[in-house]
């Protein structure tokens, strides 16, 4: 069974401050990494995508990857409190089509 | 670029009756479609993936006699709950990709709220 697993949260931060999303999954051959964030009531939407170890930059947001830990991360600079959102971690094996999502994380930034 | 879109954005049907959603891609050729379900405060769950020009992939537990799902075109994949009950009232999402291929990103549409009465 491939699983993706988040911690649910809340993660709550202050404005300004860094949140630190993470993530880790079963299956070594996962090859495609994503970050999406939902809003409630909305659908997904991409963040960020990352296929190879270490960090990949994205203005505020910074998303690490460590293959041999199994592990990967976003980090959230500057928070705002319109990040206020769950964000969904996603895995793509080699082979397959599909995405195998975690149960998100959910953030609370507090102005 | 890649924007995908749904319609309706929201639909309210009687018990037995069927409703038709529309997922395209508007700015791109999705080969892969997927369809996705969430239920209030659940994460996603993927009901089917559908290749154009074939039969969809159905996840376990998905009846594919109820979800019928056509992706005839590049650009267009329909889903269809068939003789729909309250219990089959969700959030139905459905996204795009191009070849399905390692590094091919999933892009969501904005997803169709049903509610079966």
Redesign the interface.
């Given at each position: 069974q491939k699983e993706v697993e988040q911690n649910s949260g809340p993660l709550s931060v202050p404005e300004g401050a860094i949140a630190s999303l993470n993530c880790t999954y079963s299956d070594r051959g996962s090859?495609?990494f994503?970050w999406?964030r939902q809003y409630s009531?909305?659908?997904?939407?991409?963040i960020m995508?990352i296929?190879s170890n270490g960090d990949k930059e994205d203005g505020r947001f910074t998303a690490q990857l460590n293959k041999a830990s199994q592990y990967v991360s976003l980090l959230i600079r500057d928070s705002q409190p319109s990040d206020s959102a769950t964000y969904?971690c996603?895995v793509?094996s080699?082979g397959f089509?599909?995405?195998v999502?975690?149960?998100?994380t959910r953030l609370l930034v507090s102005p | 670029g890649a924007v995908v879109s749904q319609h309706p954005s929201r639909v309210i049907c009687k018990s037995g009756t069927s409703v038709k959603i529309e997922c395209r891609s508007l700015d791109f050729q999705a080969t892969t479609m997927f369809w996705y379900r969430q239920f209030p405060k659940q994460s996603l769950m993927l009901m089917a993936t559908s290749n154009e020009g074939s039969k969809a992939t159905y996840e376990q537990g998905v009846e594919k006699d109820k979800f019928l799902i056509n992706h005839a075109s590049l650009t267009l994949s329909t889903l269809t709950v068939t003789s729909a009950h309250p219990e089959d009232s969700s959030f139905y999402i459905c996204s795009a990709t191009t070849s399905g291929g390692a590094t091919d990103t999933q892009y969501f549409g904005p997803g169709t709220r049903l509610t079966v009465l």
């Open positions: 090859q495609s994503f999406y009531g909305k659908s997904p939407e991409l995508s296929y969904l996603a793509k080699s089509q599909k995405l999502f975690g149960t998100g | -």
